[in-house]
Every structure is written in structure tokens, then in C-alpha cells.
């Protein structure tokens, strides 16, 4: 590949996986995969049942500590972070990396409103001098709390959860809490925002929502969208970048077009019969 | 529903209800014929077994017949008689028929005190009495709630409550000292003191149970930890009792840690497993380094708290409490300074658990009892978190253990068993797990309760001399502890007041809220 035509996630990558492989005994999960994820970009994972994805993704944001690969994540404000050297914790408060669930994750008897503000713990807790100041209303600790309540009231506009802000997270509507869970992982200011399945369980009208709010978050918010998604009508619609794994490796990398012309990818979502099986290991 | 049951007649109703009736009067007496119906006692040639079959009759009769009206008047009736009863503590509006129920309650109420009174049948004049009082009780509310529908009953209730405990020692020991009324003054100052231990107590475990959501079975450790750091400072170093109280507090925060970083990786039932242990240890190693804790016979002759420095003492040297203040000495002065001391801290445990509660690390708390592994993806280091848990709770038991050390002027292993902690957890997890309104009822509920089934004279007046209250206190214990948890299976307080809002946030509903897994 030339120059010229180098595509936006290698010229500019936030992520840059090499030969990351993850086995769990002896069952290779991920072999050797290599990808970038470009920072301008919604960048999409997909692959049938069982592919990989997930544990890539673990990986990524620290729940699983690879066997063997690096995962660089560029430093704009700082030194280039080695996301396999960092534990989960620290991968959001420090590489800025958040993450959401398949299952979705939320603190249910918590309102709305203070799982946004579990979100900015770090910062809020730093303000608050570890809460030896603000126990004794010393400190900015007010001010704090209050820019954190304005960012918490943006990303719930965003979301259309503001009039429900005070309500328990558990008693929401499905749709509603898979998008409080994607503005609680905004919440943490993100450089790269891993979705895991964002789409599943919604109807076609909440998928069009999300799709709106992804490409916003891309376009608006400086921060980069690395999702996990089934519903090909998503993927092909907004992703700028698809990656496809099959058996733990990486079968097709490009444009949503190049992917869904791709023999490979074909093969593997559709399945094929044995001479084309044959005809295809063939290729190069 | 109510086509189904006219439609049963009465005769198969009649038999269905007898059928249950006799199950469970089977039951009763499979159950009670070896525990009731036989009794060993001494005779010349050993034990011998003595039938009561009297008394297994009376009592499979009255399960028999109890069964029979639960069936045919609350079970098996489209108008429950219990109906009107509940309806008390209700706005609903009553029916003729509620009406006409309640005025049949209240004549038999009556009744029973005229018996009462007249007769002596002192049975009957308790159940009366509380017949009336339950009835009174009832309507009282209803009238209050239906003229101010609006007011902040809670916030009422908790002012009333603290204003009591501020007043109460000092109202009730002017009134003593004016009118001479042989009020039982210092068995009422020592058990208030000990609830309010018990309230401190609960309120600091129900930082590590109620918000973190980490069951902890060994929180008497830390009591233990603060009770001896103090006794061994105040006997070795001659430290008094204010400046002992924060060092207690940090050994025993120190100790929270120490406990802390073992347990970190353990969850739910394990952790409760080494918590225990960590408990037990502790007070072995109390019992057995007898060069340094003297080990059973304990440490004694820890001072008393001072008065800003002034001895509540009838001869010493220097000036005294009395001798300042010019008053005539009285025991109580002392015993009344220690009700404010616990108090003060207990109010104290209180403010900071509800300051924290809405500062990060509070929230922090409560998120990790909801959702450990979402709190790490959002960057939150559980770690921490859990050891700051950990030592905020040890804490406060650690300031607690200094108090009752100071108190007792004696502390010894003896006071830091298991059934301490077990009877802690009990008072946090009846009060609703994170409620601190709900620790406080339930400390004193429980406390005081057990405490009140000492009294054995009105009882005995009512089963015979021969009754003893104190064998069954357990045994009520039990029961009251069951019955709770099937009316109330998430606490006396179960809902969760949220900390932060954008307009008017109302209570979480406790069946939202998770408990935690450890």
C-alpha cells in the first residue's frame, strides 16, 4: 500500500494493537491480531459467535491480561501508554480508555444522576483532598461537585435522560440504560470509548438514535469510537473502519464496502461449500 | 376472585379449613411431644421422665383452634377480619362493617381492663390495655396524618428523637432531685448508655456493611483493638481518656487495613469466613499474651473520663467536679457526663457517615456494593476504596472500644466474643443495610429490648411466679428476628435516600438496590 492512499487509522492512530494473542489454557482465544484504530474514526469489530471479540476488547480495557502482544495507546497529552502494562483501573483514570458492558453494568439502586457522578470519581475525589478536606468543608470541593453536576446535565441531554436524572438507574427502560450506560463512560472524559454491543436488544428506531449519538461523539467530543456489533445494519452505516475476526484472527481489516465485498468475510457469515473452502485457502 | 369464593359453600370451606386445621395440629404435636411433653427431672434413682401430657394437649389445641379462626375469619373470607386492623394505619375510609368490627374490638378491649382492675385477671387487663391502646394508637395517627398531610413525619420523628436523648438525662435527673420520686435513675442512664454503644457500633459497621457492601462477621475485633490500645496507654502511660480516644481510633483504623489487604480478593461468603477469623484471633491473642494484655483476668483500673480535667470523684486531691461547681457529689454527675460522652460520639459517627455518604469516596462505596467491575471500568481504584472502608468502619469500633473501656473501668477478653459482632451485624441488617435511622431503631430495639425481658415481674404476674422470662429471652429473640425478616425481609428502613439530585429526588426503592456480594 502506498503512501498516498495509506488509509486515516494508520496515518493517525489513538490505538495500535500488534500481535496481540490471548490464551486460556489450551485454548487460543485471540491469535496474532494486529489492528489500529484510527482516531477520527468509529472503528467496528465484528465476527461470528465465538470469534474473539469480546476478549480482544478485554484486553484492551484491562480485564484480561494478554499472553503475548502490545497495545499502544498514543499519547497526544503525554508519553504513549502500554495499555498490556496497566491494570483495569488505571486504564480509564490514566489512558483515558472507558468502556461499556454486553450486559449492561449500571449501579441500579443508584439515580441517574449518581452513577454520572461515580463516573468522575477521580477527579471529584482529588478535589475533595481525598475527603479530609471537603469533610470539614475545606477545599474547592463545591465548585468541583458543581462542574461535575454540568457535565453530568450535558452528556444526559445528550442522551435525552434529563428529566429522569433523579430516577434509580435500575428501574429504567432497557433502551435508556444502555445510553446512560454510554453517557456514564463519556462521564470519564475518554480519548477512546469501547462499546461492547451497543445495539443488542434495541429496536430500530433507539438503533437510530444510537447511531446519531456515536457520530456525534466522533465528530464533537474529540474522542475516538471502538465498538463490538452484530447488527450489521449499524456497522455498515456508520463505521468508517471495520475489522473482522474469525477463530481468534483477523480476516479482513478496511472500509465498511471493501469488508462486505470480502470473499473471507463472506465465507465466514454465510459459509461456503468445500471448493470454494479450497479455492479460498488458496489465495493469497 | 370474589365469584370463586362465594361460590364455595360453606360446607367445603368448613372442611378444608378443619383438614389444615388438623395438619398442622399434627405438626405441632409431632414437634412439641419430646420438647413439651416429656421432662426429665431428678428422682432418688437418677433422671427420671416425667409426661406432662396436659400441657402437649393445651398447646396442640390452641395451635388446632388458632389455625381454625386464621382459616375461617382471615384466610378463607371474603372480609378478613384482620382487614380493619390494617386499614387503621391507612387513609382508606372505613365501611359500615370495619366500623362495626373495630367497636366489637374496642367493647372487648374495655372489657379486658374492667376485668383487669376489678378482678385481678391480670392477663386479661394486659391484653385489653393493649387492645385500646393499639386501637387508639391507630386513629390517633389517622387523625394526625389526615390534618397535616404535608409534614416531614421522619424529619419529625429523627428531631424528636435526638432532642429526647439530649434532654432526657438531665430533665429526668432534675425531676429526681426536685421530687424525690425513687426513679431507678442509674439502671436507666447505664442501659441508655449501652444502646447508644450498640447505635455507634451499628453506625460504624454499616459503613463497611450497609454502603460498601462488604459482609464483615469479625467488626468486634476493631471494639476489642480500640478497648485494649486504650487500656494499655491509660494504665502504662497514664494517658487520659481524650487523649487515648483518637489513638484508640487510628490503632484500630490501622487494624481495618491490616485485615484490609488479606481480604481484598475474597468476596461474599469467604470474606465473611476470614472476617470471623480475623475476630476470633484477635481475641485469643488477647487471651493468651498474658505478659502484655493479662490475659483472662483482663486489664483494670482504667480511669475515668474527667470533665475538662475536673475528677467526678467525693474525695480527691485538687479540684473536683462537685467541689467546682459547688454541687453536693452524686454518682449520677459521672454517669451522666459518660451518656453524653457516647452520645457525642455516637451523633458524631453519625454526621461524618452522612457527610461521606455524599462526598466522592461515600459514593464510591455505594458503587462498589452495586457494581465492583463497572467501578474499575470507570476508573475507580477498588482497592483503595475497600481498605478505606474497612478502616473508616474499624474506626469508629475502635473509638467505641475506647468509650468502653473507659466505662467499664475494667476490660477483659470476655467482652469481645462472637455473639459481639454477630449481635452488630444483626442490629445493622434489621435496620436496613445502609439506613442509619434504621440502625438506630434497630439498636435499640434489640438492645433494649433484651434488656426489657429482664423485668420479670410483670410477666410473672401474668404466667405464674413460677415463670422465669430470662430462659426464653433467646427464644423471643428468635422469633422476633423471624417475624421481621418475613414482614420486613429487607430491614426496618429498606429504601436508599439518594445523595445527590437535580430537583426533588425521592427514596430508591430497596428492591433496587443490591447488597452487595463482598
Not at chain 2, 288 to 316: D, H, M, R
Not at chain 2, 334 to 359: H, P
Not at chain 2, 389 to 413: I, K, N, W, Y
Amino acid at each position: 500500500m502506498s503512501g498516498a492512499d495509506a488509509k486515516s487509522w494508520d496515518r493517525d492512530p489513538i490505538l495500535t494493537v500488534e500481535h496481540l494473542s490471548m490464551h486460556f489454557g489450551g485454548i487460543t482465544a485471540v491469535d496474532d491480531v494486529s489492528f489500529a484504530v484510527g482516531c477520527k474514526d468509529i472503528t467496528a469489530l465484528i465476527g461470528p459467535n465465538g470469534a474473539g471479540k469480546t476478549t480482544v476488547f478485554n484486553c484492551i480495557t484491562g480485564f484480561y491480561k494478554p499472553t503475548e502482544g502490545m497495545l499502544t495507546l498514543d499519547g497526544k497529552d503525554g508519553p504513549p501508554r502500554f495499555l498490556e502494562r496497566l491494570t483495569d483501573y488505571e486504564i480509564n483514570a490514566d489512558a483515558r480508555v472507558a468502556r461499556t458492558f454486553q450486559n449492561i453494568r449500571l449501579f441500579p439502586g443508584m439515580t441517574v444522576l449518581e452513577n454520572l457522578m461515580v463516573a468522575q470519581h477521580n477527579g471529584l475525589s482529588r478535589a475533595s483532598g481525598f475527603s479530609f478536606g471537603a469533610i470539614f468543608g475545606l477545599g474547592r470541593f463545591g465548585i468541583a461537585e458543581k462542574e461535575a453536576i454540568d457535565l453530568a446535565r450535558y452528556w444526559l441531554g445528550q442522551v435525552g435522560l434529563l428529566p429522569r436524572a433523579d430516577e434509580a438507574a435500575g428501574s429504567l427502560a432497557y433502551g435508556d440504560q444502555r445510553r446512560l450506560e454510554i453517557a456514564r463512560a463519556m462521564c470519564t472524559r475518554p480519548r477512546l470509548l469501547c462499546l461492547d454491543e451497543p445495539a443488542a436488544g434495541l429496536n430500530a428506531k433507539e438503533s437510530d438514535a444510537l447511531n446519531t449519538l456515536l457520530q456525534a461523539i466522533r465528530d464533537k467530543e474529540d474522542t475516538a469510537v471502538f465498538l463490538i456489533e452484530h447488527d450489521m445494519s449499524v456497522v455498515m452505516r456508520i463505521s468508517d473502519h471495520v475489522i473482522v475476526l474469525d477463530y481468534g484472527k483477523k480476516i479482513a481489516d478496511g472500509t465498511p464496502g471493501e469488508v462486505r465485498n470480502d470473499p473471507h468475510v463472506i465465507a465466514a457469515y454465510l459459509g461456503v461449500s468445500d471448493e470454494d473452502a479450497a479455492a479460498l485457502e488458496a489465495r493469497p | 376472585m370474589r365469584l370463586a369464593d362465594s361460590g364455595k359453600t360453606l360446607g367445603r370451606k368448613l372442611s378444608s379449613a378443619l383438614g389444615d386445621s388438623l395438619l398442622a395440629a399434627t405438626i405441632a404435636f409431632a414437634l412439641f411431644s419430646l420438647v413439651l411433653g416429656l421432662r426429665t427431672v431428678d428422682s432418688a434413682t437418677g433422671l427420671a421422665l416425667e409426661p406432662r401430657p396436659a400441657l402437649l394437649a393445651t398447646v396442640v389445641a390452641i395451635v388446632f383452634f388458632g389455625r381454625l379462626a386464621l382459616n375461617l375469619f382471615v384466610w378463607q373470607t371474603d372480609y378478613p377480619l384482620t382487614r380493619p386492623f390494617a386499614k387503621l394505619f391507612t387513609l382508606e375510609p372505613f365501611e359500615t362493617r370495619d366500623e362495626v368490627t373495630l367497636a366489637l374490638a374496642f367493647a372487648l378491649g374495655v372489657l379486658g381492663v374492667a376485668a383487669g382492675v376489678l378482678f385481678q385477671e391480670t392477663l386479661y387487663g394486659l391484653l385489653g390495655t393493649l387492645m385500646l391502646a393499639f386501637i387508639g394508637i391507630g386513629l390517633l395517627r389517622r387523625a394526625i396524618v389526615r390534618t397535616f398531610p404535608n409534614l416531614p413525619y421522619t424529619q419529625v420523628f429523627v428531631a424528636g428523637g435526638i432532642l429526647f436523648a439530649l434532654f432526657f438525662p438531665i430533665v429526668s435527673y432534675a425531676l429526681e432531685s426536685a421530687f424525690n420520686l425513687g426513679l431507678p435513675l442509674r439502671y436507666w442512664f447505664d442501659l441508655s448508655i449501652l444502646i447508644l454503644t450498640y447505635v455507634m457500633l451499628g453506625w460504624g459497621l454499616n459503613i463497611v456493611v450497609g454502603l460498601a457492601g462488604l459482609l464483615d462477621l469479625g467488626y468486634v475485633a476493631f471494639y476489642a483493638v480500640g478497648a485494649y490500645t486504650f487500656a494499655l496507654l491509660a494504665t502504662h502511660f497514664g494517658l487520659g481518656f481524650w487523649i487515648g480516644l483518637p489513638i484508640a481510633g487510628a490503632a484500630a483504623a490501622l487494624w481495618g487495613i491490616i485485615l484490609g489487604f488479606p481480604v481484598l480478593r475474597l468476596r461474599g461468603d469467604y470474606l465473611a469466613i476470614v472476617t470471623l477469623a480475623f475476630g476470633e484471633i484477635v481475641r485469643i491473642i488477647l487471651l493468651n499474651w498474658t505478659e502484655v494484655t493479662g490475659g483472662p483476668n483482663g486489664i483494670a483500673g482504667i480511669p475515668k473520663p474527667t470533665f475538662f480535667g475536673l475528677p467526678f470523684s467525693p474525695f480527691a486531691e485538687g479540684t473536683t467536679f462537685s467541689g467546682f461547681f459547688g454541687i453536693h457529689y452524686d454518682g449520677l454527675h459521672a454517669l451522666i457526663f459518660l451518656y453524653y460522652v457516647i452520645l457525642v460520639l455516637a451523633l458524631v459517627t453519625n454526621l461524618v457517615t452522612l457527610r461521606l455518604r455524599r462526598l466522592p469516596v461515600g459514593r464510591a462505596w455505594e458503587a462498589m456494593r452495586e457494581d465492583e467491575i463497572a467501578c474499575r471500568s470507570l476508573g475507580i481504584n477498588t482497592t483503595l476504596t475497600k481498605l478505606s472502608a474497612f478502616a473508616t468502619g474499624a474506626m469508629f469500633g475502635g473509638l467505641a472500644g475506647c468509650f468502653f473501656a473507659t466505662r467499664q473501668g475494667f476490660v477483659s477478653p470476655e467482652s469481645f466474643t462472637f455473639i459481639e459482632s454477630a449481635i452488630i451485624l444483626a442490629i445493622v441488617v434489621l435496620g436496613g443495610m445502609g439506613s442509619q435511622l434504621g440502625v438506630a431503631i434497630a439498636a435499640i430495639v434489640m438492645v433494649g429490648g433484651f434488656e426489657a425481658l429482664r423485668h420479670t415481674a410483670g410477666l410473672q404476674a401474668i404466667f405464674g411466679q413460677e415463670f422465669d422470662p430470662a430462659l426464653y429471652r433467646m427464644l423471643l429473640f428468635g422469633l422476633a428476628m423471624v417475624a421481621i425478616m418475613i414482614w420486613r425481609p429487607r430491614g426496618l428502613v429498606s429504601s436508599r435516600a439518594p445523595t445527590i439530585s437535580l430537583g426533588d429526588a425521592s427514596a430508591i426503592s430497596g428492591d433496587l438496590v443490591r447488597q452487595g456480594r463482598g
